[in-house]
C-alpha cells in the first residue's frame, strides 16, 4: 500500500512563507508526477502546480504564479512547495497526488492522479 504524507502546514500572516513536503512512502513506488491541489471551505478541489519526473517539467496554476514553487526529488518520491508572499486567499487544505500512470487526461485535473495525501491545512491571516 502506497500512502502520501503531506507536512509543513500551519498558520501564518499574509505576506509570509510556507514550506510543504510530501512524501510517498509503502511498497515500491514509481510516479511519473507529482503535485499539490487545495481545498477552501466551500469551494471546490483544485489544481496548484505539478512536476513531471520526466524532463522535470512544472506547471503552475495562474493564482500563484510568482509566488509558489514546485521542486521534488523523484529517486526520493518527494515533492515540495515553497509558498511565498501568502495570501489569505491561499487559505486551504493543500492535498498533495501522485501519477503512476500516462493519462489522457490534463495535468491539472483532478482524475490524472490515483494517489493522494490527507491533507495538511494552510490558513493565512491578514
Known amino acids: 500500500q502506497v500512502q502520501l504524507v503531506e507536512s509543513g502546514g500551519g498558520l501564518v500572516q499574509a505576506g509570509d512563507s510556507l514550506r510543504l513536503s510530501c512524501a510517498a512512502s509503502?511498497?515500491?513506488?514509481?510516479?511519473?508526477?507529482m503535485g499539490w491541489f487545495r481545498q477552501a471551505p466551500g469551494k471546490e478541489r483544485e489544481f496548484v502546480a505539478t512536476?513531471?519526473?520526466?524532463?522535470?517539467?512544472?506547471y503552475s496554476a495562474d493564482s500563484v504564479k510568482g509566488r509558489f514553487t514546485i521542486s521534488g526529488d523523484n529517486a526520493k518520491n518527494t515533492v515540495y512547495l515553497q509558498m511565498n508572499s501568502l495570501k489569505p486567499e491561499d487559505t486551504a487544505v493543500y492535498y498533495c497526488?501522485?501519477?503512476?500512470?500516462?493519462?489522457?487526461?490534463?495535468?491539472?485535473?483532478?482524475?490524472?492522479?490515483?494517489?493522494w495525501g490527507q491533507g495538511t491545512q494552510v490558513t493565512v491571516s491578514s
Open positions: 497526488a501522485a501519477t503512476t500512470y500516462y493519462s489522457t487526461s490534463a495535468y491539472w485535473e483532478r482524475r490524472t492522479y490515483n494517489y
Open positions: 512536476i513531471t519526473w520526466s524532463g522535470g517539467n512544472t
Open positions: 509503502g511498497r515500491t513506488f514509481s510516479s511519473l508526477a
